[in-house]
């Protein structure tokens, strides 16, 4: 078990972070923030306040567009539209603070090797060594229609997703150390010995070229995965540092835990570190917790909801019976989520209706709702049970969910010696406690 619990602030840079019509909750100040780069500076600096490893930005490219065939619902309830772009917000994240870790989403369809080893080493190197790359394959059919690009079958991806590794791990270790010369007298900047040109011609990439960056502190950026079904367990094991994951309860992360391990075993691999989503809701008492996840509840648009879980799961399910349990349903999307939600581990099937609220709520992500006290026992609790590394936590209201949990559940953790009080380190790769 590693020493203490590990957090990553999971966001969206878009009218919501997971929880649909949060924006129009009384004191959030989202809508706002999207436009005000200091209110999100100011989140930036409040996690860091509470010592979180990184904030993470997922993204979600193009639209959702699969319920009833259309955008307009998404559009309608800004579900994840508009859809502004992670890498330049951390930027200014960067700016604003020292140690916090700074990942973001890149999609494998959407950019080129070089692209994002240009884009996400810039920042990493810029920021002292603080950025994380979430690989995503891009399974949202609206993506590949924003870019007029052919989308690949489930499988097809994550094998060009390999070759598309291979091409980065080339360009990241193409400029050798001692690279920079630096000699201002000689007028010579680097060594083209150390500057390795790399000829990679392959299935599905022609890349021929040196890396467009210098290598950061931590070298390149911390790579996360967030696939789950068996072919994204593989594509995890070899490629992961961190593998985030979205399991209904206990049961589903004690089972994606002993699947993960043995897909590491079944590759010769190790075992890449897990950190769950949750989503904390906390109260002065349990009762208000509860009454503020109700409001929550009652806010969603059934319609948003169902919007959002069928861009997902890549099926339409318009007109489906609602009361009826979620079936699994061949999909070329999140095979890993699909079988999650309808595959129930250790519990009773969930209605397509109850899979709706939980994924318009936090995408299917647990609540952890009551007092402080309560809420940092059951993360620990949960951690202890599992073996996770830690939690990628979605906030409700903002900025007032985070400020609360950085002020009222951090401090029961730190004074369990659950969770650290100082930064270990200055790069992301360090404070992830990571080799
Ligand atoms: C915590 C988490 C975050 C994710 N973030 C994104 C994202 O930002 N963009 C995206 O296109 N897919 C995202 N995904 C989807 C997965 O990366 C993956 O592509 C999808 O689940 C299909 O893979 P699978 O069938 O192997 O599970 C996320 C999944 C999880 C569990």
Not at 237 to 242: E, G, I, M, R, T
Not at 397 to 415: H, W, Y
Request: proline share 5%; charged share 20%.
């Amino acid at each position: 078990m590693n020493k203490h619990i590990h957090l990553v602030s999971f966001l969206i840079n878009s009218p919501v972070n997971h929880t649909l019509l949060s924006w129009a909750a009384p004191g959030d100040n989202r809508l706002e923030a999207l436009g005000e780069l200091k209110l999100w500076q100011d989140l930036a600096r409040t996690l860091e306040r509470g010592k979180f490893d990184g904030v993470f930005f997922a993204d979600t490219p193009g639209v959702f567009d699969r319920y009833r065939d259309s955008h307009e619902d998404a559009v309608k309830y800004g579900v994840c539209w508009p859809c502004f772009d992670p890498v330049v917000l951390l930027s200014a994240l960067a700016a604003a603070t020292t140690h916090l870790g700074l990942a973001a989403t890149m999609s494998t369809s959407s950019y080129q090797p070089w692209t994002i080893v240009r884009q996400l080493g810039t920042l990493d190197y810029l920021s002292g060594g603080r950025v994380g790359w979430n690989i995503v394959t891009g399974h949202l059919r609206g993506e590949h229609r924003a870019l007029g690009l052919h989308q690949l079958d489930h499988d097809r991806r994550y094998d060009r997703a390999d070759e598309y590794m291979e091409v980065c791990y080339k360009l990241w270790n193409s400029v050798k150390p001692g690279a920079v010369v630096a000699d201002r007298e000689a007028g010579i900047y680097a060594d083209p010995d150390k500057v390795e040109f790399i000829d990679h011609q392959g299935e599905f990439f022609s890349c021929q070229t040196v890396s467009p960056v210098l290598p950061s502190p931590q070298g390149h950026p911390v790579l996360f995965q967030a696939g789950s079904s068996g072919r994204g367990q593989q594509f995890a094991v070899s490629h992961a540092d961190v593998v985030f994951s979205i399991q209904p309860n206990v049961a589903g992360m004690k089972r994606f835990m002993t699947d993960l391990a043995q897909a590491a075993r079944t590759a010769g691999k190790t075992t890449p570190a897990v950190s769950f989503g949750v989503q904390p809701i906390v109260g002065g008492t349990e009762e208000e917790a509860r009454r503020k996840l109700q409001d929550l509840v009652e806010r969603l648009p059934i319609d948003g909801c169902l919007a959002r879980l069928s861009g997902t799961m890549g099926v339409d399910f318009a007109g489906m019976d609602l009361d009826q349990p979620l079936a699994e349903i061949e999909t070329q999307a999140s095979q890993g989520l699909m079988k999650a939600f309808s595959n129930i581990a250790g519990d009773k099937p969930l209605t397509l209706r109850e899979v709706a609220i939980r994924w318009g709520l936090a995408v299917g992500k647990p609540q952890i709702v009551g007092t402080p006290e309560q809420v940092a026992d059951r993360l620990e609790q949960i951690w202890r049970e599992t073996g996770c590394y830690g939690y990628n936590m979605t906030p409700t209201v903002m900025a007032s969910s985070v400020e609360d949990f950085v002020d009222q559940v951090v401090p029961i953790l730190q004074q369990k010696g659950v969770y650290r009080t100082e930064y270990e380190g200055t790069t992301f790769r360090a404070n992830l406690g990571l080799n």
